[in-house]
């Protein structure tokens, strides 16, 4: 029978203090429960039948950031996720976008690339995309340089396409990838003014004059303290009257940086920096 896996809120700092420590990654700030839950399963991914055995393997840096990051963090992603916030980009934002000679866009926690492709097919179809940059941040490189390559399944395609049409989309998807064997590779152009740059919201530095920062799905796995944290970095970054993008579960209204925000779509997640 195999052995219940278990670990102590001290084993939980010692990862945590081990993590920053050897490997640069602070995890302080992320919420515990999931934080067990998922190294547990970094530890059943390396055979590890206690703490001990795993904090030796921490320890002698047996295991790379990318290895930690993989199993630590959550990369689930999906073109034109939540299809109703691209429509809404579409109709209500990306008028007020068109007035900047150039729009400076960041997509904090990218995951593998498919926000940032959605949006720059929209961005495409409304004759914006050549004068927008698009700076796509993520703490996991593995991520990243599959976010370069933009090659992904065939199969998602079906489910992509419906969402792209519920967004507004005035094409048909398959205009903007080449099929082969299995896979799709999105067409080079969309990907031109794609910036990618390993980042760590938790403790990096802020970006400037973004006109829009979509970051969805990554405060789920912070703290409350530190979402207020990257908020701030968030607010430091944005121009005025910039728009800030979050998860469908998650919230700035609750935040420290609410005076400094407008709502424009509460349902939507979708903020704006006041002027
Ligand atoms: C669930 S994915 C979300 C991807 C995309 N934004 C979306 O909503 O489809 C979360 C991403 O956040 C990244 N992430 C987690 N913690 C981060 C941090 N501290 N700094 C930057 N990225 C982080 C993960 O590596 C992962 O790729």
């Not at 547990?40 to 047996?62: G, I, V």
Request: charged share 25%; hydrophobic share 40%; proline share 1%.
């Amino acid at each position: 029978m195999e052995a219940l896996l278990e670990i102590s809120e001290n084993d939980l700092g010692d990862f945590i203090q081990l993590s920053n420590k050897l490997y640069g990654l602070d995890f302080s700030g992320y919420a515990m429960e999931s934080l067990r839950r998922r190294v547990l399963r970094l530890m059943k991914l390396k055979s590890c039948d206690s703490f001990a055995a795993f904090k030796y393997f921490l320890t002698n840096q047996e295991l790379s950031d990318d290895d930690i990051l993989n199993e630590i963090t959550v990369n689930t992603t999906e073109m034109f996720r939540d299809f109703e916030v691209f429509k809404f980009l579409g109709e209500e934002v990306f008028g007020v976008l068109e007035t900047y000679p150039r729009i400076n866009i960041w997509h904090a926690g990218c995951s593998t690339g498919q926000e940032p492709l959605s949006l720059a097919i929209l961005l495409k179809e409304q004759g914006l995309l050549k004068r927008s940059v698009q700076y796509c941040t993520d703490i996991n490189s593995e991520v990243l340089a599959q976010a370069k390559k933009g090659i992904y399944e065939l199969k998602e395609m079906k489910e992509y396409s419906a969402n792209y049409i519920k967004s507004g989309g005035a094409l048909s998807l398959s205009d903007y990838y080449v099929a082969n064997y299995g896979k799709v590779k999105m067409n080079k152009e969309l990907g031109k003014n794609m910036i990618f740059t390993k980042h760590n919201l938790v403790n990096g530095t802020s970006f400037n004059q973004m006109h829009m920062i979509m970051c969805r799905n990554v405060f789920i796995y912070l703290t409350t303290e530190q979402q207020n944290k990257v908020l701030r970095l968030f607010m430091d970054s944005l121009a005025p009257r910039g728009y800030l993008i979050l998860g469908a579960k998650e919230s700035a209204v609750f935040s420290t940086v609410l005076n400094e925000l407008e709502i424009v779509n509460g349902k939507l997640k979708i903020y704006r920096k006041k002027g």
